[in-house]
Structure formats: C-alpha cells, structure tokens
C-alpha cells in the first residue's frame, strides 16, 4: 500500500485497485457510518464524490474504510488561467445549489459536534454561540467590541426565515477541488462541515477560501463574492456567514489561537 495522503481525520493508502484504504484518527466504525449515509445520499452530481465501501476496524478499534479512489489534479496544481479556476469554484457551488438534501444530512455532525435542531439559522447560531465561548478569551482579546459583534450575528442567524435547503460541502478549497484538464474531475474531503443548509453559506466559505493567506487573497475573495452575488446570492448574508464561520472554526486547529487560521479568523471579523 502506498500513501498518497494525510489531514486532520486519517491517511490514506492506495490499494491499487481503483479504491484507496482510509485508516482513521480518532473515529470508530459507529462514528463513519452517518458520513456513509451522508455520501449514498447525495444525488447525481457533474463531479465524483466519495463513496465508502467497506467500514472495518482496526487494531486499536478505530474505523478502517475502504473507499473509490477519485482522480484528478488539485485545483492549485492544475496550471489553469485564473478565469477557468474560478469558474471552477463557481461551478462546484452552484452545483450543490440544486441538491435537495435527504434525513442522512440533517443527522450528520459538523466539527463532530451535534448540529440540527428545528432551522438552518438556529442550528448555525446555536453552534456560534457554544464555540464562542471555547474561544472567548482569545476572540475578546483580539476582536474590538467581540460581545457586542457576537450578539448581533446569533441574532442575525436566529432571524433568518426558512431558506430552500441544499447539501453543505462546507470546505470547497482549492486542494479539496480535483481537475481533468478545465474539467472538475471531483470533490474531495466531505464531512468537517458537511450538512444540509443554505447554499449561500458554501458560496461565502468557497469565496474566502479559494486564496486565504496569499498576495491576492483579499481581490479573489472580492472577486468571488462579487461574481456570487450576480448569481443571486445576498451579499449581506454572505457577511454574516463569514462571521459565523470565523467565530466557529476561529480556535478549531489550535486552541491556543496560535496558528495562521486564528488571524484569518479575526481579519474576517474585523474587517
């Protein structure tokens, strides 16, 4: 076996036979099986998505998977003209746009925490409100009136109306983003933040995350939002899913808020 890839949940072993072994972190076989309802669920889609085959455990009794090898060239590495990669982005989120997600959706975990309650926006504020107090040392030491700012998006989220429900990638990024030629070939790495919800919410994630940290970041993510909001998308609730993801995720890698991602967060909230 060789691998051939390793995040945050597992590593990955091609077995050379069209399927690749996934040998997880911290996750039993019972943890695997709703992100294996979760990917039988999701409907055709103008790109692959993941398929679990086989869930085993192995030696210390965490899961052990087997899974359809998706092929293609990371977003980032596929030489493409900045046009075509954004159109790429696009694509993938507008494609979600049309899904109409199943139960498996609404009982999938985000950031392994229970998720769904009786709406989108109370199941989002809700989830706001208990990592901002995992991270509220930090965010108020850092974020200018961070009380004040965290009031007004729980608010904004549990005044949302009900909003029509798509499948939530939730990390649409370019290494995530797998071409064949100007082609996605498939969509990588499901079930951080995967779950049923607005589409706008993956539109405003995908513009960010599409160039985080680099020169260009700050005129793509414009450039992104903009093109977004032709499609029909609420450049204000962009914002405030922005906010959102950034009060969430804002201490997830690093809980001493010691890493790139934590500035990224408190740029996004401060800007």
């Given at each position: 076996?060789?691998?051939?890839?390793?995040?945050?949940?597992?590593?990955?072993?091609?077995?050379?036979?069209?399927?690749?072994?996934?040998?997880?972190?911290?996750?039993?076989?019972?943890?695997?099986?709703?992100?294996?309802?979760?990917?039988?669920?999701?409907?055709?889609?103008?790109?692959?998505?993941?398929?679990?085959?086989?869930?085993?455990?192995?030696e210390n009794g965490l899961a052990v998977s087997v899974e359809d090898k998706l092929t293609g060239v990371p977003l980032r590495e596929a030489g493409l003209p900045e046009e075509q990669a954004l159109d790429a982005?696009?694509?993938?989120?507008?494609?979600?746009?049309?899904?109409?997600?199943?139960?498996?959706?609404?009982?999938?975990?985000?950031?392994?925490?229970?998720f769904w309650k009786q709406s989108w926006g109370e199941s989002l504020a809700v989830l706001v409100g208990r990592r901002a107090a995992a991270s509220k040392v930090h965010l108020e030491r850092d974020v200018p009136g961070f009380p004040r700012l965290l009031d007004q998006v729980v608010e904004g989220l549990s005044s949302l109306p009900d909003l029509a429900l798509s499948v939530v990638h939730g990390d649409i990024c370019p290494p995530n983003v797998l071409m064949d030629g100007a082609r996605v070939a498939?969509?990588?790495?499901?079930?951080?933040?995967?779950?049923?919800?607005?589409?706008?919410?993956?539109?405003?994630?995908?513009?960010?995350?599409?160039?985080?940290?680099?020169?260009?970041?700050?005129?793509?993510?414009?450039?992104?939002?903009?093109?977004?909001?032709?499609?029909?998308?609420?450049?204000?609730?962009?914002?405030?899913?922005?906010?959102?993801?950034?009060?969430i995720t804002a201490t997830i890698y690093d809980e001493n808020a010691g890493d790139g991602h934590y500035v990224w967060c408190v740029n996004q909230l401060t800007k």
């Open positions: 076996m060789e691998l051939i890839g390793q995040g945050m949940e597992g590593a990955v072993y091609d077995l050379g036979d069209g399927t690749v072994r996934k040998v997880w972190f911290d996750r039993r076989p019972e943890d695997v099986l709703p992100l294996k309802a979760f990917l039988d669920e999701l409907p055709e889609l103008p790109f692959r998505t993941p398929r679990i085959r086989e869930i085993g455990v192995g982005f696009v694509l993938v989120v507008e494609a979600l746009r049309s899904t109409r997600p199943g139960p498996a959706a609404t009982a999938m975990t985000v950031i392994n925490e229970p498939a969509v990588l790495d499901w079930g951080f933040l995967s779950t049923a919800g607005d589409n706008t919410f993956e539109a405003s994630l995908a513009a960010g995350f599409f160039d985080m940290y680099g020169p260009e970041a700050r005129r793509l993510d414009e450039l992104l939002l903009g093109r977004f909001e032709e499609l029909g998308h609420d450049r204000e609730r962009m914002r405030l899913y922005r906010q959102a993801y950034a009060i």
